[in-house]
Nanobody, 115 residues
C-alpha cells in the first residue's frame, strides 16, 4: 500500500513563501509522474504543477514564475516551492503520484494566504 504524506502548509501573508513536501512510501518513486493539485472552497480541483521522471516540468498559468516543483528521489519526496503568494492561492494542496496502473493521492495540506 502506497501512502503520500504532505506537509508544509500553513498561514502566510500575501507576498510570502511556503514550501510544501510530499513523501511517498513504497518503491518506484523515481518512475512516477508527480503532480501537485489544489482545491479552493467551492471550486474544482485544479492541476498546479507536474514533474516527469525525466525532469520535465509544467505549470498552471496562474502560478508560472512563482511556483517551482522539484523532487528528491533518494528521499521519495516531491516539493512545491511557492513564492509571491497571493490570496487566490488559498486552497488545500494535494500531491499525486502517477504511472500506468498506479494513481495515488495524499490527504492534502491547507495553505491560507491572508491579505
Amino acid at each position: 500500500q502506497v501512502q503520500l504524506v504532505e506537509s508544509g502548509g500553513g498561514v502566510v501573508q500575501a507576498g510570502g513563501s511556503l514550501r510544501l513536501s510530499c513523501t511517498a512510501s513504497g518503491s518506484g518513486f523515481s518512475i512516477n509522474v508527480m503532480r501537485w493539485y489544489r482545491q479552493a472552497p467551492g471550486k474544482q480541483r485544479e492541476l498546479v504543477a507536474t514533474l516527469t521522471p525525466g525532469g520535465i516540468t509544467n505549470y498552471a498559468d496562474s502560478v508560472k514564475g512563482r511556483f517551482t516543483i522539484s523532487r528528491d528521489n533518494a528521499k521519495n519526496t516531491v516539493y512545491l516551492e511557492m513564492n509571491s503568494l497571493k490570496v487566490e492561492d488559498t486552497a488545500v494542496y494535494y500531491c499525486n503520484a502517477w504511472r500506468p496502473s498506479f494513481d495515488y493521492w495524499g490527504q492534502g495540506t491547507q495553505v491560507t494566504v491572508s491579505a
